[in-house]
């Protein structure tokens, strides 16, 4: 990568700057995992894989809710940001059925957070 | 037998190696060694004696001193039962009643058969999920009494008794 | 544009109608031809509790509380076919927690530094470097007010000056991250969360103190955050934030890795120096203190992990923006793991000065159990109870000393009434008297003495005067100990005394645990109404105290009884009391 300046900084961050890309992230912390967020995680990477779908999968640490893990948060365009809390395969099935593919959220298993950043 | 004493001396120099030159590295290198061995045999403690030049007890001081590094060979899975606080409200105590009665073992003890070994822990960090069972590097959550007899079975091995 | 969506979600303590409500607003809105347009969602936790039906609009950040049916028609016809709102149901709720240490935790991949410089992540240490003298780092830092997270709360800009005015050419700067507070795992969170912001908060100290070498002490039980602190510190060197003349200054600056090995006396910081020199993890005397002579006898700062957390988002905003938040004397904010019997157990971050009542109920989402909160636990073994009567403390270094307890590393554990005070009090000291060093006397026979105390009380051979040796023993070790975990050892124990004495009382006078939690003080019996003389129990009694026959019935003698409570589980009729 070489040394980085001030201005590589900036750089770097207008380069992540949000690019309007859907994106599925899933917290992978102790907690996370211990709950099953690796095979979650696996589960997304695969079903992403065999339907061909344009949505980045992406891992992130604990959001702090250890009470709702495996805890995964989606972002597709049209919908609202959500977090979707204890998520197991038929969860992450449903999620990708309904949230990605169906432009519909899924139901009882939103957790909303508030917190100010 | 001399084959066997040149590869422990082989072993403990490669695994010393990486810390030699380094200021205080006594408990990394154990580290090393317990990571590498699944515990501090003692050739491998006279052996880093030897490399080190510090004196045995120097080296077994520190090892006694820590909860972490163990002297003696551990079972094969290794059940590590959450004490802490959260865990402990929330009824570590009864699974590890449980534990000990199923495998008839107390704390720090492992089976007859070597399959399994029991150490009480202090917190694992998941008390979100309390209370916590860690098998090996397994964490299982939330754990019921009843539930602990299917979880230690999962480690079982199912060999006919020859 | 898909349809509208709508939140919805009964927030009610005890019952849960959502579902019936989810029916009623569907039908509503069928008979406004409406169906189509309209995504009802039920969630799971919508973030606000005790406010009875709540219906949120997330797009358009409109929340109505305690919604009745008959509102619901005015709903669909004003907010959602025309967006307007309805004052008279709003609920606008201020968002309870704040979030600066955790401001990257489950936003950004840990793994990927360049998701960190997104977030403004090494923008603090260029600032410093290109635009700070290392005293205006400090100055700035005194400007906050941060103090210490790891527990005491020292002011962290004193720490570093005193540090940097020590005359010697080599120095060093220490993350503590031995976490080793049984039920308390905030630094686990932000490691393995956001392991740059650490980084760049130690490279930091290291330009304030004018130190070239800073280390990592972090917990063996703790293998993920490790492998990520390994990753993240290889990609801070590859990218030059660490190594040689840093963003092409004179300063240099390297870090390393050292793990502990499960002791927890090894937070306190000379012990934890002992440790990373590779030696016994034992206490010596201060003075002289780390910051005149530490590490190799050099001058010696070391910071917890959430205080070096805090440091970036203070040099990039200011001081006086941290100072902002907060109360009088305790600025910015805490992260709590908050833990026990509470329904969302979690890490929050919350400002500094909100009640112990908000972060339990509107955050943690009120009790697990439906049962009574009876205590709050904060400071782990080093800290005390808090009785429900102090709710509505606000939470800072001072009132939670005032109240016996210290803020600590952050563990927060709610009780309920099914805990004991005792057996609470006995648990931690008893973790102490296994961690005690053993160096000092006080220490190491003061918390034997006093744990054999309380199993004495919870084995019903209490006496009156036990309770004055507690507390007077508790005073010596307060006073005489060398370090502060046997300073504090005493501590829950002795505000366990000082709020529930009544509760030790009943365990010595009465041999009674209202809690049914000390098993030597239960009594087991049968309950003959309920009985239908299966002789399960008798059959499972490994001491045959359960006696009798089918005619005249069965009783357990509590001479043979060993209180196990076998009989209880067994018997399939409930007919097996404890009391």
């Known amino acids: ?117 | 037998m001399i084959e066997e004493k040149k590869s422990m001396q082989e072993e403990v120099a490669s695994l010393v190696e990486k810390w030699k030159d380094k200021e205080g590295n006594l408990i990394m290198i154990l580290h090393e060694l317990q990571n590498y061995y699944g515990y501090v045999p003692r050739p491998a403690a006279l052996e880093l004696s030897r490399v080190l030049h510090a004196p045995l007890a120097r080296i077994y001081e520190v090892i006694t001193f820590y909860n972490f590094f163990k002297l003696e060979a551990p079972g094969k899975h290794t059940i590590s039962l959450c004490l802490g606080t959260a865990c402990y409200l929330k009824g570590s105590a009864i699974l590890l009643n449980e534990i000990k009665t199923l495998l008839n073992i107390e704390e720090g003890q492992t089976t007859k058969d070597g399959l399994f070994q029991l150490d009480v822990v202090r917190c694992l960090g998941c008390c979100g999920l309390a209370p916590v069972i860690k098998i090996d590097d397994k964490i299982y959550g939330k754990v019921q009494k009843n539930q602990v007899m299917g979880i230690l079975s999962e480690y079982a091995e199912h060999k006919p008794e020859v | 544009m898909g349809a509208k969506i709508v939140f919805i979600k009964d927030t009610a303590v005890n019952q849960d109608t959502t579902q019936d409500f989810y029916v009623h607003f569907s039908n509503i809105l069928r008979e406004n031809a409406l169906e189509g347009k309209v995504q009802v969602v039920r969630v799971a936790d919508i973030g606000i509790y005790g406010q009875g039906l709540v219906v949120k609009f997330p797009e358009e950040n409109i929340i109505y509380a305690n919604v009745q049916e008959k509102d619901l028609k005015n709903i669909v016809d004003k907010t959602v076919r025309d967006g307007q709102v309805i004052k008279e149901l709003l609920y606008q709720p201020e968002p309870k927690q704040l979030r600066i240490v955790l401001r990257n935790c489950g936003e950004i991949d840990p793994e990927n530094i360049d998701e960190y410089i997104a977030k403004d992540g090494y923008r603090a240490l260029a600032k410093a470097i290109n635009d700070y003298q290392p005293e205006q780092v400090i100055e700035e830092l005194k400007k906050s007010g941060l103090r210490g997270r790891g527990g005491a709360g020292f002011p962290t800009w004193l720490k570093w000056k005193l540090t940097r005015e020590t005359p010697e050419a080599q120095k060093y700067v220490i993350c503590n991250a031995d976490e080793g507070d049984p039920g308390a795992y905030m630094d686990r969170g932000v490691l393995e969360g956001d392991p740059h912001s650490v980084i760049e908060g130690l490279i930091l100290a290291g330009y304030a103190i004018g130190a070239s070498k800073g280390y990592f002490y972090v917990r063996a039980e703790y293998p993920l955050a490790v492998e990520r602190i390994e990753k993240a510190l290889k990609q801070a060197y590859d990218c030059g934030f660490l190594g040689k003349n840093i963003f092409g200054s004179s300063f240099s600056f390297e870090v390393d890795i050292r793990l502990g090995a499960g002791a927890f006396v090894c937070g306190e910081e000379t012990a934890l120096i002992a440790s990373i020199e590779g030696r016994r993890g034992t206490p010596r005397p201060r003075p002289p203190y780390p910051s005149v002579k530490g590490l190799w006898g050099k001058p010696t700062a070391i910071n917890n992990v959430e205080t070096l957390a805090n440091i970036p988002p203070i040099i990039l905003k200011g001081g006086a923006w941290y100072a902002s938040i907060g109360t009088e004397k305790s600025k910015g904010t805490k992260v709590f793991a908050l833990t026990g019997k509470v329904k969302n157990s979690g890490l929050v971050e919350v400002p500094m000065g909100i009640t112990l009542r908000e972060i339990v109920f509107d955050i943690g989402g009120g009790m697990f159990s439906g049962k009574g909160l009876k205590a709050i636990q904060t400071g782990g073994p080093s800290g005390g109870v808090i009785p429900k009567e102090y709710l509505d403390t606000p939470v800072d270094y001072e009132n939670l000393q005032k109240l016996g307890s210290i803020m600590g590393s952050g563990g927060m554990i709610v009780m309920d009434e099914d805990d004991c005070m005792v057996d609470i009090a006995k648990f931690y000291l008893g973790f102490c008297v296994d961690e005690s060093c053993g160096k000092c006397v006080p220490c190491r026979i003061g918390g034997y003495q006093m744990l054999n105390l309380l199993n004495k009380i919870t084995e019903s051979r209490g006496e009156l005067t036990d309770l004055d040796s507690l507390k007077r023993i508790a005073v010596a070790m307060q006073k005489a100990s060398l370090c502060a975990l046997g300073q504090t050892a005493a501590n829950p124990v002795v505000s366990t005394i000082r709020y529930f004495e009544e509760e030790y009382k009943d365990h010595i006078v009465n041999k009674k645990c209202r809690s049914h939690k000390c098993k030597h003080l239960l009594n087991y019996n049968v309950i003959q109404e309920k009985c239908k003389r299966c002789r399960v129990c008798v059959i499972n009694c490994p001491v045959n105290a359960i006696e009798g026959d089918k005619e005249k019935g069965f009783f357990v003698d509590p001479k043979t009884c060993v209180r196990c409570g076998k009989c209880y589980e067994v018997c399939k009729f409930n007919a097996i009391f404890k009391e």
């Open chain 1, 1 to 117: 990568m070489g040394k980085l300046t001030p201005k590589d900084l900036e750089r770097i961050k207008t380069a992540h700057a949000d690019d309007g890309k859907d994106w599925i992230k899933v917290g992978m912390s102790t907690c996370g995992i211990a709950a099953g967020a690796d095979k979650v995680y696996a589960l997304f990477v695969e079903e992403i894989k065999k339907r061909n779908l344009n949505i980045q999968v992406k891992k992130c640490g604990c959001q702090g809710m250890c009470y709702s893990e495996p805890s995964v948060e989606v972002r597709v365009k049209g919908l609202p940001d959500v977090i979707y809390g204890k998520v197991d395969k038929e969860g992450v099935i449903k999620i990708l059925d309904k949230h990605v593919c169906g432009n519909a959220l899924v139901k009882d298993s939103i957790y909303e957070l508030r917190t100010k950043r």
